[in-house]
């Protein structure tokens, strides 16, 4: 059987829904997964998981098998059940009280001129994942690169760029499945500016660097306990929140990584309460690239990078399976907004709070090793989670 090439490009005061609880849980669990594959003790750290989890379940879509159940058993999903909600539960993500923030979510399908997919799972990734279908020529490696590209960049405020480059693509390339993803938040209480000063960041090698950190004493939702300092601060509309986890120990992020995950959060979005806290957190900027293919067969996922992959729900026409999988993501954090992006792309080759009391504020100084997560407030869903250890 000749076998041909499919490429996936996805481009990363809390209120309880229940029936997006599973939907919440399946994200989050997995989103901590990933995190954990991915950090590196001295690295930097920075993702969407939404991202790559929305571009996984739009190749599950077409999968049977063994495939399909290594997918579920990564995005922790039972066999559709799951997902019934996950139209909603993503336009929930997407909608927002103010005007002046979004989160946008945009999905492809790119087809080679003369290749066909299936009707039923056209229909599926066009209701569900809302995805336009393009074709291009990829025998035309160059104007099919740039045609992706300019897309991706198009989707992501050009802060992604050149997701593709020729050599991803040859002539057995059939389909590519696009998602991006971009945020742009303005904090509902901003900072000012006049209150930003250098001061010494604590870097987890245990070096120290002075950089910008933005100072601010307002009410926020808060949490800690003898690990750690939780602190969550929304942006306009408090539809999301950029949330920092702070280890008591200053070199002591990886212990507390270790306790971290989807339940512990869930806890903690739970118990925390609305104190006034002095914050002072770095002002900063990340740029990460990754392959996720062996994170991702670590995971559970093996089966989709081998001969014995069954995408057959999509296409009749080759037997395909997962190449490659890499994954781009852009995060700024000023006094203003948080401006965050990423971008991932899945190869696939041939099978050869509640009020406090008043009180004294609390202090919470992000000068050393610390995880962040921006969150969806209204589904508790992780969109980005990353690590910051040393400043760049």
Not at 287 to 316: C, H, I, V, W
Request: with cysteine.
């Amino acid at each position: 059987m000749k076998h041909m090439i499919l490429i996936i490009l996805p481009f990363a005061t809390i209120s309880s829904n229940a029936q997006f609880d599973k939907l919440t849980n399946s994200l989050n669990t997995y989103s901590f997964d990933l995190y954990g594959e991915l950090k590196s003790d001295n690295e930097n750290l920075f993702i969407s998981p939404f991202s790559t989890y929305f571009a996984l379940l739009t190749a599950y879509e077409g999968s049977e098998r063994q495939t399909k159940q290594g997918i579920e058993k990564v995005l922790y999903i039972d066999n559709y059940k799951n997902l019934s909600n996950f139209t909603e539960f993503s336009e929930n993500l997407t909608t927002w009280r103010d005007s002046s923030n979004h989160l946008n979510i945009s999905n492809a399908i790119w087809l080679q001129k003369g290749f066909s997919i299936k009707a039923d799972y056209r229909a599926k990734i066009i209701q569900k994942y809302s995805s336009d279908l393009k074709t291009v020529d990829f025998k035309q490696k160059i104007i099919a690169t740039n045609e992706i590209n300019d897309w991706v960049r198009d989707k992501t405020n050009g802060l992604i760029k050149n997701i593709v480059n020729p050599n991803d693509i040859n002539n057995h390339t059939r389909l590519v499945i696009s998602n991006a993803i971009y945020f742009n938040g303005k904090w509902d209480n901003e900072f000012n500016k006049k209150l930003t000063k250098r001061d010494v960041f604590h870097s987890i090698d245990k070096s120290k660097s002075e950089i910008d950190f933005m100072n601010k004493t307002a009410y926020l939702s808060y949490y800690e306990n003898d690990d750690f300092q939780f602190v969550s601060k929304p942006y306009k509309g408090n539809d999301k929140s950029f949330c920092i986890v702070l280890p008591k120990n200053r070199y002591g992020l990886a212990d507390v990584e270790k306790i971290i995950g989807s339940s512990t959060l869930t806890n903690i979005l739970s118990n925390t309460k609305y104190l006034e806290v002095k914050l002072s957190i770095p002002k900063f900027k990340l740029e990460t690239n990754y392959s996720l293919s062996e994170s991702l067969s670590n995971l559970g996922l093996k089966n989709a990078f081998t001969p014995e992959a069954d995408f057959s729900r999509m296409t009749t026409e080759a037997q395909l399976m997962i190449d490659k999988i890499n994954h781009k993501a852009y995060i700024e954090i000023d006094e203003e907004k948080t401006e965050a992006t990423a971008a991932e792309t899945v190869f696939m080759a041939p099978t050869s709070a509640v009020s406090g009391l008043k009180s004294k504020p609390k202090t919470f100084k992000a000068d050393h090793p610390f995880s962040f997560l921006i969150i969806d407030n209204k589904t508790a869903g992780v969109i980005f989670i990353g690590r910051y250890v040393r400043p760049e």
